[in-house]
């Protein structure tokens, strides 16, 4: 059985703060439905974080976020903006290296149906739902967090990307070339190759992304509250 620790350290960053409104999105956005985000309206959360990549948020207020630096294991930030790592070990010593978080229910799957399709340069990677039944997919690569409606609507809530990186990856990604060096590089003002997104803190409008390059989270209070996750009542 692995062993676990916590390893409890100061914070710099600022706290989880939910007070802070949302700056107008991009001109040219649709009247109806949510408005986008602009970049300005992004904040850093946590410090120090090694490839956060996944994220989960907690009734508590809390975001969990798995390590993969020296200490592995998962990092909480609490509200105040403190941060603690949740150290483990695996039975021979070897520090665990934690890349994904998850909690377990019992559930079943319907069939399986294709909602819409995503044109190049798009490299869909996580995702949550909203309380309006529509789902928030986040795309590595070209930092675009796209809104989908259950009919296939599409619309870009948030982006930060450069055609020529894009065009590069793909071309890489259409040969069956694309690797590390794709992945492992952005061409971006503030977000750095997201691919989580979670939703938490009060009234879910908090919305948190992971990324595979950065240090911190990037948090923006979203224009539509979230569905409240599977694990949000648990005791």
Do not use: K
């Amino acid at each position: 059985m692995a062993r676990r620790r916590m390893i409890e350290t100061p914070s710099s960053a600022a706290p989880l703060s939910h007070e802070r409104p949302a700056a107008p999105g991009p001109p040219g956005a649709a009247a109806a439905g949510a408005t986008p985000v602009g970049l300005d309206a992004l904040r850093e959360i946590g410090n120090g974080l090694s490839r956060p990549e996944c994220v989960l948020c907690a009734a508590s207020g809390s975001v969990y976020v798995p390590q993969w630096g020296e200490t592995g294991g998962v990092c909480e930030i609490a509200p105040d903006g403190r941060q603690r790592v949740y150290a483990g070990q695996a039975p021979d010593g070897r520090e665990l290296r934690a890349n994904g978080i998850a909690l377990r229910a019992v559930a079943s799957l319907g069939a399986r149906e294709t909602v819409t399709r995503f044109g190049p340069g798009t490299f869909p990677d996580g995702l949550c739902f909203d309380a309006e039944g529509q789902a928030w997919v986040t795309r590595i690569v070209s930092n675009r967090v796209i809104r989908v409606a259950p009919d296939g609507a599409r619309r870009v809530m948030l982006e930060d990307s450069e055609p020529e990186h894009l065009s590069f990856v793909e071309a890489a990604y259409q040969a069956a070339t694309m690797g590390r060096v794709h992945l492992d590089q952005a061409r971006s003002r503030r977000l750095r190759n997201i691919a989580r997104l979670a939703v938490g803190g009060p009234g879910l409008r908090p919305a948190y992304m992971g990324c595979l390059l950065g240090s911190t989270l990037m948090a923006f209070d979203a224009p539509a509250a979230g569905h409240p996750p599977a694990h949000w009542s648990w005791g």
